[in-house]
Nanobody, 126 residues
Framework: QVRLVESGGGSVQAGGSLRLSCTYS????????IGWFRQAPGKEREGVAS????????KYVDSVEDRFTISHDDAENTVSLLMHNLKPEDAGMYYC???????????????????WGQGTQVAVSA
């Protein structure tokens, strides 16, 4: 069974930075694609960034392309999301998710994610 644990959320001022971490465990075939998603109150969940863990390819939503960096540390079983120049609209609950059914055509490296963490909260004040 896959287990995903997020950490690193917090409260920052606009323009600040945070680093989120997703520590994973479980069968590797369920971890081919790991993505970060966020959900603000009253809004739909959206994919932010994802990484193909086998070859390191990355995908980002346009709104974070030049500010966020996703990375994978295979030795530490961790996928990190480094967020710079945070804006109030970046605030929300951030979730880490994984799936084994990666796709080259999916916006966030997989069309569906079967495994989710509990989330970590990010607050950004203006």
């Amino acid at each position: 069974q896959v287990r995903l644990v997020e950490s690193g959320g917090g409260s920052v001022q606009a323009g600040g930075s945070l680093r989120l971490s997703c520590t994973y465990s479980g069968p590797r075939y369920n971890l081919n694609c790991i993505g970060w998603f966020r959900q603000a109150p009253g809004k739909e969940r959206e994919g932010v960034a994802s990484i193909y863990t086998r070859d390191g390819r990355k995908k980002y939503v346009d709104s974070v392309e030049d500010r966020f960096t996703i990375s994978h540390d295979d030795a530490e079983n961790t996928v990190s999301l480094l967020m710079h120049n945070l804006k109030p609209e970046d605030a929300g609950m951030y979730y880490c998710a994984s799936d084994g059914r990666q796709s080259d055509y999916a916006p966030m490296c997989a069309y569906e994610y079967d495994f989710w963490g509990q989330g970590t909260q990010v607050a950004v004040s203006a």
